[in-house]
């Protein structure tokens, strides 16, 4: 089955513990993208991956990092969390990133940071 | 930069009512436009999309779309709505003048009552 997969689904943990959230597809693409989604703001892009050792920031990147070593994984890593990023965070994947390729989203995972 | 707006942010219909969900953009160039679902507990799912031809677009679950360039927008519609389309729903749109980036409006959230 076509798939994004995501772990942990839920998440908490204390201030400035690092965590790594992992994102993992299985359709080839080659794009993938980390969102977090807030009351009241949608969803704001974090980073995104056009491919293999290609990352780009998004619009909130301030205090995550990521890494695209395979084509399949796109691992989000939150070296000091802090509360300002609780938040629910997608993962999601595309052909490419560019035109009017759908993404597919992962089912999302539950951080909260105390 | 290129915004999206959505301009209800909760709707609250009854069963068989008809939807409308209005969308505007700011980007005036070539644009890709998409509405996602998010159904309670669940990832996001795309509705529909538009990149070119017809304008009026239709997608999964009886739902369509309209882009009306002159006026920027994107509307989502639905003659007659059911309890299981209570949801959130998200404009999103990408272009190639912002790197394809998808850009999110900030969501409706959408209860019909039975």
């Known amino acids: 089955e076509a798939q994004v997969t995501q772990n942990p689904r839920y998440l908490i943990t204390v201030t400035g513990k690092k965590l790594t959230v992992t994102c993992s597809q299985n359709m080839n693409h080659e794009y993938m993208s980390w969102y977090r989604q807030d009351p009241g703001l949608g969803l704001r892009q974090i980073y995104y991956s056009m491919n293999v050792e290609v990352t780009d920031k998004g619009d909130v990147p301030e205090g995550y990092k990521v890494s695209r070593k395979e084509k399949r994984n796109f691992p989000l890593i939150l070296e000091s969390p802090s509360p300002n990023q609780t938040s629910l965070y997608f993962c999601?994947?595309?052909?490419?990133?560019?035109?009017?390729?759908?993404?597919?989203f992962g089912p999302g995972t539950r951080l909260t940071v105390t | 930069a290129q915004s999206v707006s959505q301009h209800n942010h909760h709707v609250i219909l009854s069963e068989a009512a008809s939807l409308e969900l209005g969308c505007n953009y700011s980007y005036g160039g070539t644009v890709n436009l998409f509405w996602y679902v998010q159904y309670p507990g669940q990832h996001l799912q795309l509705l529909l999309k538009y990149f070119s031809g017809d304008p009026l677009v239709k997608g999964i679950k009886g739902f369509e779309a309209e882009f009306i360039k002159s006026k920027f927008s994107f509307n989502l519609r639905k003659p007659s709505v059911q309890w299981s389309d209570t949801a959130e729903y998200f404009c999103?749109?990408?272009?190639?003048?912002?790197?394809?980036?998808?850009?999110f409006g900030k969501g409706t959230s959408l209860l019909v009552t039975p």
């Open positions: 999103a749109v990408n272009s190639a003048g912002s790197g394809y980036a998808l850009n």
């Open positions: 999601a994947s595309s052909s490419s990133g560019k035109g009017s390729y759908e993404q597919y």
